[in-house]
Every structure is written in structure tokens, then in C-alpha cells.
């Protein structure tokens, strides 16, 4: 039983754009901080992007700063990850997670910092 869901993921050409959503199953995701994360085959999961509870604090890995953005919208308790000039390096499936820290930003290399996961959505990158 997945906690979140992630959806949005697909087959782009490298320089495309994709827009990934998370929701949550069975509770309020505008209550939690939450993180996108990717693994390709072969490498460790690696932590992409996270926002905070307010939205006010976001942080992301050095691979992706200015080409991703991360978001969320209360209205909708949806947040997203807008994904901008893709690469084939960028070629992994992407996982949602939410933290139940509140008042401080979760570590993104601490997995006891995220509770609840997704099933995760492909992206693919190919000319």
C-alpha cells in the first residue's frame, strides 16, 4: 500500500520538460515537508529536491539547481517538481517522501528523516 503517489513521468527528448506531482494517501501533504529523490540502475538514490512545510524554504543537488523547481499547492495539497532541460543523466525513477519534521528542514541524506514514500514514476531521457 503506497503512502503518496507520484505521477507525471514519461519518455522526453533531451531539452524537454516534464512536471512531476505528488498527493498523498490518507492524510493532508500540506502538513509535511516532502522530497523528491531518483535512482537510475546501477547508483544509490540520491536526493533531488525538498520543500518545506510553508513552502518558504526549498533545497536542491547541484546537478539540478536551475533547471528544476520545486512547489507545492495547498489548494490542490499537491506538490510538484517542474523538470527543465533534460538530460539523459537525468534518466531515473523519481520517488516522492514526506518527513514529519516540523520545524527544521529534513536531511535528504538521512533516510530516518522520511516516513512516508511513493511507488515511484519513470522518467526517461532519449533522443
Known amino acids: 500500500q503506497s503512502q503518496l503517489v507520484e505521477s507525471g513521468g514519461g519518455l522526453v527528448q533531451p531539452g524537454g520538460s516534464l512536471r512531476l506531482s505528488c498527493v498523498a494517501s490518507?492524510?493532508?501533504?500540506?502538513?509535511?515537508?516532502v522530497g523528491w529523490f531518483r535512482q537510475a540502475p546501477g547508483k544509490e538514490r540520491e536526493g533531488v529536491s525538498c520543500?518545506?512545510?510553508?513552502?518558504?524554504?526549498?533545497q536542491y543537488t547541484e546537478s539540478v539547481k536551475g533547471r528544476f523547481t520545486i512547489s507545492r499547492d495547498n489548494a490542490k495539497d499537491t506538490v510538484y517538481l517542474q523538470m527543465n532541460s533534460l538530460t539523459p543523466e537525468d534518466r531515473a525513477m523519481y520517488f516522492c517522501a514526506a518527513s514529519r519534521r516540523r520545524w527544521t528542514m529534513p536531511n535528504m541524506r538521512d533516510p530516518s528523516d522520511w516516513h512516508y514514500w511513493g511507488q515511484g514514476t519513470q522518467v526517461t531521457v532519449r533522443g
Open positions: 490518507g492524510f493532508a501533504l500540506r502538513d509535511y515537508a
Open positions: 520543500i518545506s512545510v510553508s513552502g518558504e524554504d526549498t
